[in-house]
């Protein structure tokens, strides 16, 4: 749905997820499922914001930094439990881990299961924000998303895109090419430029 141009990932309660049901691991191959889900999910051409109230666990940790924002409450907390438990983590979720977070920060959770609470995610770079509380989390996610949903939707989504594939080392440049010409031809370019100049703001259409 063309429309859509924002997406947010959030829950109840009091966590935002445990990842894998362990008690279906050895029927299922749970890290493909999840490497699927969350692989879908950074591939999504929406801008992804999740908001995370609580604890988030295991492959739920993949699926938010297949987001393109993460904000947090300074209660929430992470651990992967994957290799105490005799679990590969999946290639999409490590790549993802070393792309967003470096590889030190990857060993830290992956190999060394460390617990990371809110201020430690942050500082990882696993939060873009963290928040006091859980109103404050609603309010600054509010204000992300009016944010994200003002800017100029070729060029918001096209960044994201391009952006996502820079990381992975799979830039496309007729892709990119073809996306630059675009939006340098656009309706919402001309709007932008007029809205500048004159100090209202821009209405545009994504055209």
Same mark, same amino acid.
């Given at each position: 749905?063309? @429309?859509?141009?924002v997406l ?5 309660? #009091?966590? &935002?997820?445990s990842? &894998? ?15 699927q $889900? ?9 801008? %992804? ?15 938010? $930094?297949a987001?393109?924002?993460?904000? +947090? ?5 992470m &651990?992967?439990?994957? @290799?105490?438990?005799g679990?590969? &983590?999946y290639?999409g979720?490590?790549e #993802?881990?070393? /792309?967003? $977070?470096?590889?030190?920060w990857? =060993?830290?959770?992956l190999?060394? +299961?460390? %617990?990371?609470d809110?201020? /430690? ?5 696993f939060?873009d924000?963290?928040?006091?509380? +859980? ?5 600054? %996610?509010?204000a992300?998303?009016a944010q994200?949903?003002?800017m100029?939707?070729l060029?918001?989504?096209?960044? =994201? =895109?391009?952006?996502?594939?820079? @990381?992975?080392?799979?830039?496309d440049?007729a892709a990119?090419?073809?996306?630059l010409?675009r939006?340098?031809?656009?309706q919402?370019?001309?709007e +932008?430029?007029a809205?500048?100049?004159?100090k209202?703001?821009?209405q545009?259409?994504? /055209?």
């Amino acid at each position: 749905d063309s @429309a859509v141009r924002v997406l947010l990932l959030a829950a109840e309660g #009091r966590h &935002f997820c445990s990842g &894998f049901n362990i008690g279906a691991v050895p029927g299922v191959d749970a890290g493909a499922l999840f490497e699927q $889900l969350s692989d879908d999910w950074e591939a999504a051409r929406p801008i %992804t914001v999740a908001a995370i109230q609580g604890g988030i666990y295991g492959g739920a940790t993949d699926l938010a $930094l297949a987001c393109d924002f993460r904000l +947090g409450v300074a209660a929430c907390e992470m &651990f992967v439990p994957a @290799a105490r438990l005799g679990l590969h &983590f999946y290639r999409g979720g490590m790549e #993802r881990y070393v /792309t967003r $977070l470096g590889l030190a920060w990857a =060993k830290r959770v992956l190999l060394a +299961g460390e %617990t990371l609470d809110g201020p /430690t995610m942050l500082a990882s770079g696993f939060l873009d924000r963290l928040l006091p509380d +859980g109103e404050a989390l609603n309010g600054a %996610t509010e204000a992300l998303l009016a944010q994200l949903l003002a800017m100029a939707p070729l060029a918001l989504l096209g960044m =994201k =895109k391009h952006l996502n594939a820079i @990381a992975r080392g799979q830039l496309d440049t007729a892709a990119l090419r073809a996306d630059l010409d675009r939006a340098n031809a656009s309706q919402d370019l001309a709007e +932008g430029i007029a809205a500048w100049q004159a100090k209202r703001p821009p209405q545009f259409r994504g /055209t």
